[in-house]
């Protein structure tokens, strides 16, 4: 048997009791569901070969927006011979149009067409109008068949021209069309025709369980759902999207590059985004005059533009004193006069090694140690597809009795394996103003290739002893925005500080 | 980094090989010397070359960038030798330059074959070495002349502007030196390095001709480099006599490199009666020694080298050996490694050579306990709970502007750190606190669908004059809803589930701030401390940033709500 929903049996009953063949039109009428209703429920029908929709194309005819206007007022000459009558049968043009209310630009129109259809005759030495002899005396004069259309298109809002019955009316639809008071334009009517097989359908539809769409809790307490029947939806329908909150994907690959140091013995370093050129500069070694110290590779805080490096006092002498001569550090020093003015000035760090310097300062652990920084830090950089103006680093040192070159390489390698996840590494020499020798990491991931990963290398002594520190120390840095760009797939830098809403809320978590 | 240009073909001639342009070939080769091909043109036959080292101006130049190669090539070993003969050119150093420009060498170099690559080389030398070594020609500039057309001694004076003009190079007009740092593009460039006292110097033959306008321009007639020109003057001024000695060295150098033979200057520096009191002699081509302790080399290796191994090591890397025995080499450093001012750079060129993939890698466990920040932990359950309540999280820069920050905010400006030298205008300052950042996000993401939930934890930085760097850095959260329903209660609500979470009692209490709606905003106080505050933003905020739904928003303390919590 035939499984019927609640609408589609309605419908196939209708369609019965109106004889098994009918108008979408007709049915409408019959059964007061909406036009696309009846579409959708007889084409479900005809697929379960119920009915058989027949197509019929046919002229049909329909007011325009003027024409609506006329059906309900009157033509406009209807309106002035109306107007006529009332005034005695004969008047001036003008108090004849001003009392049916007809405005300037119809009054030719108003006029032409009275005079056509012979209601009355005009004589313009005197501007009169009067109504035709043979309508004097007739207390109207009766529709034309043009009034009559009106009649009928005001009932049925439209008729197909084949359905008229008079040639009069036929005219007429001519001529209205002619005056854009109608239209005639082809339409496709559907009726429906019922088969054998929806025959016997309807013949052994039962009487039907309501169907639900949503349960809802009255039907639960009601207990009403024990005699509905909870429709099946389409499951396989897109629904609308859902964004929930969720952390943003680089701070996230920080968060776990933290959790890895911490794992591996490191601590934390921190600091502020505004440092004294001492910490960030002097104290690792590059000359006040260096390059890097220009306008146009740090940003220099304007006020405060001095900082306080008086609790430092014992390593800025011995900072000065190796800048100038080599101090006791074996070095030959950078030969210049130091300026403690421009030690103390103030800029946005420009690497995190500044908390480095300063851990080795203050002094505060046990030999061996090891720490981290995840530290912002700024460049004045023009921001393009490879370039940022302020960025993450992280970076870190250890501290040990005999540390060597070997460690060094043994410490890179395990970053590359635990946090870049790499197969293979290889060194290359590198250059930093504050360590000696330095190194290059570069790291292969199958599937990535290679990607430079960090840069790293043993502090001078130029930088250690001032800070009074015997031990070698070994300073890293990791490059975790490439990183996270070749884990996100990301080719554009700025996509690190995304303002895309939709990326975020889109970006898979991994 | 300085970036080199070289000619391929130069390149390969003076290396002596024949690398049939194979890159990965070249930049194996380069990491020897901290060198790395960006950009080989091979239309014009260019290679840009990156060099990590900015203490390496030896390197800088065709000639000496393959002087460093060839030794690790094998193909040499150990230092160059260069000579300069001495001659009887003089330059005379005028006292009253002492406070201005004070230092200068020469060098004249003769029967050099002139090329084109030759001379763009040089002319490419000469603009690294001015830029970075030199310091845009604070420090050091260099000057190249015929010195056919001058007759010595040289006299290096300080002028008065007013008293001096001639044509400098590239023009045809004789200008005066004021008009030269108005109108020549290098006066423009480098004016402000003179200008700074009244005199100026200046560089004249005995016959008082004018060789050049330094730091600024040569003369047209003197300093005109052509491939005709068979005998150069060099001569570099500046205001430190090593760099400027270590400069005219290896110009010098690079032209000995290419077939020129040098004689020395002297150079006569005059007390303000005249008389001589001090002559040096340039360039200065003498190598000096520095001891390498073998113990120290394996203590920073973790290798066991013996004296022998080291020395070749250091041959390899372009060094010399004067004296050797069990626990001690003397290394001779050539003139042109100024780069070298500690053991440790001896050491890094034996680790060099002996290859850094040679070395075997240690991991060593320690008994150290690793540990993230203290505020990590609450700034995890913050993250959480933020992201619990349904807000994205998203990331901006600590760099804006004054109209971000208070103008679009329709707030008064408040205690912040502006930068002095900006490289754009959007960033001029650092924040003082995260909304603005937020609203700048949102106003990005007007097409995107509503409703939009996003937070920032981050930091903002504030003027303290208590601190060391007289500023702090504190750690705020900041979230915003907006949709078209988007209200305060939506903002309190959510801020009254952060704080019951985070176990902290909250207190809204009335207030006024010009970037909400009046009566739709209040402060949020822990016990009696001031944490922030939570409300609808003033429909001014929204038009100032094209935000046409309304916002609610909240921003707290991270660190002063903790404070609280433990009270």
């Known amino acids: 048997m035939v499984e019927l929903r609640t609408q589609e049996s309605q419908l196939l009953s209708a369609l019965q009791e109106v004889g098994g063949a009918a108008t979408v039109e007709q049915l409408i009428e019959k059964t007061g569901m909406q036009d696309s209703a009846v579409m959708r429920i007889g084409l479900t029908l005809q697929e379960k070969t119920l009915i058989a929709i027949h197509a019929k194309h046919q002229n049909v005819v329909k007011l325009t927006a003027e024409g609506e206007v006329y059906a309900k007022s009157g033509l406009p000459e209807r309106k002035l011979i109306r107007a006529v009558a009332d005034l005695g049968g004969s008047a001036d043009l003008k108090k004849a149009t001003e009392r049916a209310g007809i405005e300037p630009q119809f009054i030719q129109i108003a006029l032409g067409w009275a005079i056509r259809k012979k209601w009355a005759l005009y004589t313009s030495s005197d501007n009169t109008l009067r109504i035709a002899e043979s309508f004097l005396h007739q207390a109207f004069i009766p529709d034309g068949a043009d009034e009559k259309l009106f009649v009928l298109l ?196 420009g690497h995190g090694t500044c908390l480095s310097a300063r851990t080795l300062e203050a002094k505060k652990f046990q030999v061996p140690s090891k720490h981290f920084s995840i530290a912002r830090v700024y460049r004045p950089e023009l921001i393009d597809r490879t370039h940022l103006s302020e960025f993450n680093q992280v970076e870190g040192i250890i501290v040990d009795e005999n540390l060597t070159l070997k460690d060094l390489l043994g410490v890179l390698g395990k970053f590359a394996i635990e946090i870049a996840g790499a197969d293979e590494v290889r060194f290359k020499p590198d250059y930093f103003p504050f360590t000696e020798p330095s190194v290059e990491l570069s790291a292969y991931r199958e599937g990535y290739g290679w990607v430079e990963f960090g840069g790293s290398g043993i502090f001078r002594p130029e930088v250690t002893l001032p800070l009074g520190v015997k031990e070698p120390v070994i300073a890293w840095g990791l490059g975790v925005d490439r990183l996270f760009m070749m884990r996100a797939g990301l080719e554009d830098i700025r996509m690190i500080f995304s303002q895309d809403l939709d990326w975020l809320r889109r970006k898979e978590v991994t | 980094m300085p970036t080199i240009d070289v000619e391929y073909r130069e390149l390969e001639r003076l290396l002596g090989l024949n690398l049939n342009s194979n890159m990965e070939k070249l930049d194996e080769i380069l990491a020897n010397v901290k060198g790395e091909v960006k950009l080989f043109n091979e239309q014009e036959g260019i290679l840009s070359i990156e060099m990590k080292d900015t203490n390496r101006p030896d390197l800088w130049s065709a000639e000496g960038l393959t002087r460093g190669l060839r030794c690790y090539l094998g193909l040499e070993k150990g230092p160059r030798r260069y000579f300069a003969e001495k001659t009887a050119v003089e330059v005379n150093v005028d006292s009253k330059l002492f406070n201005i420009r004070p230092f200068i060498a020469c060098a004249v170099v003769k029967g050099v074959q002139l090329t084109d690559p030759v001379i763009r080389g040089l002319m490419h030398l000469q603009d690294k070495l001015d830029k970075t070594s030199g310091r845009n020609r604070q420090k050091t500039s260099i000057g190249i002349y015929n010195f056919h057309l001058i007759t010595p001694p040289i006299k290096y004076c300080a002028v008065n502007p007013c008293d001096v003009s001639f044509i400098p190079l590239g023009f045809s007009e004789k200008m005066s030196l004021d008009e030269i740092l108005e109108l020549h593009p290098k006066g423009i460039e480098y004016g402000h390095i003179v200008k700074k006292n009244p005199l100026y110097p200046m560089l004249f033959d005995s016959e008082g001709k004018i060789l050049s306008f330094p730091p600024i321009i040569n ?109 001690c080499v003397e290394v001779e450093v050539p003139f042109y490694r100024i780069d070298v001012m500690h053991q440790v750079d001896l050491i890094e060129d034996v680790a060099v050579a002996y ?26 359950i913050a993250r959480e709970l933020m992201v619990g309540l349904g807000y994205q999280e998203i990331l901006t820069y600590t760099l804006t502007n004054e109209e971000n920050m208070f103008t679009k905010m329709n707030a008064e400006p408040s205690p912040h750190v502006e930068l002095s030298n900006p490289k754009v205008a959007t960033m001029t300052c650092l924040r003082s606190w995260l909304l603005p950042s937020l609203m700048e996000f949102l106003s990005n993401n007007q097409s995107v669908e509503f409703p939009q939930k996003i937070f920032e934890l981050g930091k903002v930085t504030l003027p303290d004059e208590s601190a060391e760097t007289r500023t702090r850095d504190e750690e705020w959260v900041c979230a915003a809803t907006t949709h078209a329903n988007a209200n305060f209660t939506e903002a309190k609500s959510a801020l009254d589930a952060f ?61 002063k709500i903790l404070l609280g919590k433990t009270k």
């Open chain 1, 154 to 349: 005001a009932e049925k809002n439209q008729i197909g021209f084949e359905q008229l019955k008079d040639d009069d009316l036929k005219e007429a639809a001519g001529q209205l069309k002619k005056r854009k008071i109608l239209l005639i334009e082809p339409k496709t009517s559907r009726s429906l025709q019922i088969t054998p097989e929806g025959k016997a359908a309807v013949a052994e539809a039962k009487p039907k369980v309501q169907e639900i769409t949503q349960l809802t809790p009255e039907l639960i307490i009601t207990g009403k759902w024990h005699t509905s029947k909870l429709q099946k939806y389409n499951i396989a329908a897109p629904v609308a999207k859902t964004w929930l909150g969720k952390k943003h994907p680089y701070l996230q690959f920080l968060d776990e590059v933290c959790t890895k140091l911490v794992q591996l013995g490191f601590q934390e370093m921190t600091g502020t985004a505004i440092e004294t050129s001492f910490f960030n500069f002097d104290a690792l070694f590059v000359p006040q005059d260096h390059p890097a110290r220009e306008e146009s590779d740090i940003y220099y805080a304007k006020d405060p533009a001095f900082g306080d490096i008086s609790q430092h006092a014992e390593a800025v002498e011995h900072v000065r004193e190796t800048h100038e001569n080599g101090w006791t550090t074996g070095s030959t020093g950078w030969g210049y006069k130091y300026s403690l003015l421009n030690a103390q000035r103030l800029i946005l760090r």
């Open chain 2, 499 to 559: 704080f019951r979470n985070l176990g902290v009692e909250l207190q809204i209490m009335e207030t006024a701030h010009p970037s909400f709606i009046e009566g739709r905003v209040g402060k949020a106080r822990v016990g009696d401390v001031d944490v922030g505050f939570v409300g609808e933003v003033n429909p001014l905020v929204l038009e100032a940033w094209k935000l046409e739904n309304p916002i609610a928003a909240f921003e707290v303390n991270l660190q």
């Open chain 2, 219 to 327: 003369s047209n007639d003197l300093g005109k480099i052509t491939e005709e020109s068979r005998n150069l003057l060099v001569e570099v001024t500046g205001t430190q006599n090593r760099t400027v000695v270590n400069t005219l060295n290896l110009v010098t150098a690079a032209l000995i490199d290419r077939g020129g033979k040098a004689y020395s200057a002297t150079i006569n520096y005059q007390d303000a009666s005249g008389d001589i009191k001090m002559d040096v002699l340039t360039p200065d081509f003498s190598n000096r020694t520095m001891p390498l302790s073998v113990e120290y080399t394996n203590r920073i290796l973790g290798l066991n080298l013996s004296a022998k191994e080291i020395c070749k090591l250091l041959l390899t890397a372009g060094l010399g050996i004067c004296k050797v025995d069990n626990c």
């Open chain 2, 355 to 380: 290859g850094y993939n040679n070395i075997d890698c240690i991991w060593r466990e320690m008994p150290t306990t690793g540990k993230a920040k203290p505020a990590q932990q609450s700034i995890n």
